[in-house]
């Protein structure tokens, strides 16, 4: 395992562009509580499952190859007084990770994936999609991104810009971690325990089929969430462990599957003229407990380096 190390410490680098770490492999769960349905009094929680895992190889001093795969489960009611549900989602993750200079350095990813509730999978429950990245590096401290995700859905095409930065501080206790619109994380260090906050925003669909042959429908899923979270900073800060709490807008929307919008773009749908077919559903609290695999560059460049000097 150790030798397998070593060999990733040259990749990371230019994976994740002055950043001494890397998340190898994340693992959660946790559940709303409350969304209701509006005009009724009915209400469900949504309890959800994801993992991820990313697996570099290197291919020369400059380039790598990205692989790895992610995984998500929700379970809820899509209408007031019926059975809950189970929407999957598996995503496979192939790209290139490249560094030109000191200064400039790329990432592409494909993400071909399959999103439904499982009950079967055709070849219309796959769908494609990827995102670029430039990252330029002003100092130490401080790394810009501008990029591009775009993705193929049941209700059409998906995309958004990318604008983010990361920075941390001298003494490694702040740190600020935004992709715009879809992530963010700040957070400050106490030693074994880091306190922070968090926002991710997500979009995805689902072919529904259910026990009905001829189900013809999707779910339209987008989420907003805030979070606070207090982290324990264990293995040395190589396994952490998160509790977090905050708000999910947790929005499930059913359609027909002929409807579709002709552009999503950030925020905004563009020719979306469908008919929801389930209640909307309110945004509720929700808790969550993460445990995160964490690779440290620096000190794995030190040992390598100090097994040399042996």
């Not at 709490?245 to 947790?250: F, N, V």
């Not at 909307?280 to 993460?290: D, T």
Request: hydrophobic share 35%; net charge negative.
């Amino acid at each position: 395992m150790k030798h397998i190390l070593f060999a990733l410490v040259g990749i990371f680098p230019f994976l994740v562009f002055s950043q001494d770490y890397v998340d190898l492999a994340t693992i959660g769960y946790g559940q709303t509580f409350n969304n209701s349905f509006e005009g009724t009094s009915e209400s469900t929680y949504v309890r959800f499952f994801d993992a991820d895992i990313t697996v570099p190889v290197v291919l020369n001093d400059n380039h790598a190859a990205i692989t790895g795969v992610s995984f998500s489960r929700n379970n809820l009611q899509l209408f007031p007084d019926a059975d809950y549900t189970n929407l999957y989602s598996t995503t496979l993750k192939v790209g290139l990770a490249s560094t030109w200079s000191e200064k400039w350095s790329t990432t592409l990813v494909l993400l071909p994936k399959a999103a439904s509730d499982y009950q079967r999978i055709e070849g219309e429950d796959i769908y494609f999609g990827g995102f670029g990245l430039l990252k330029m590096k002003k100092s130490e401290q401080l790394l810009y991104r501008f990029g591009l995700y775009a993705s193929e859905e049941a209700f059409g095409l998906f995309s958004t810009p990318i604008v983010g930065a990361y920075y941390k501080s001298p003494n490694n206790r702040f740190e600020m971690d935004l992709s715009l619109p879809i992530s963010a994380n700040i957070n400050y260090c106490l030693g074994s325990t880091t306190v922070g906050v968090d926002y991710f925003g997500i979009g995805r669909s689902f072919r529904l089929y259910g026990e009905e042959e001829d189900s013809d429908t999707y779910v339209d899923f987008s989420s907003l969430d805030f979070s606070a979270y207090l982290q324990f900073n264990t293995l040395q800060k190589s396994l952490l462990l998160r509790a977090k709490a905050g708000y999910s807008s947790s929005n499930y929307e059913v359609y027909a599957t002929g409807e579709k919008i002709d552009l999503g773009l950030s925020a905004f749908s563009f020719g979306d003229e469908r008919q929801r077919l389930n209640p909307e559903m309110n945004g509720s609290i929700f808790v969550k407990i993460e445990a995160v695999y964490r690779f440290h560059i620096n000190s794995e460049v030190s040992k390598k380096q100090d097994t040399r000097a042996e």
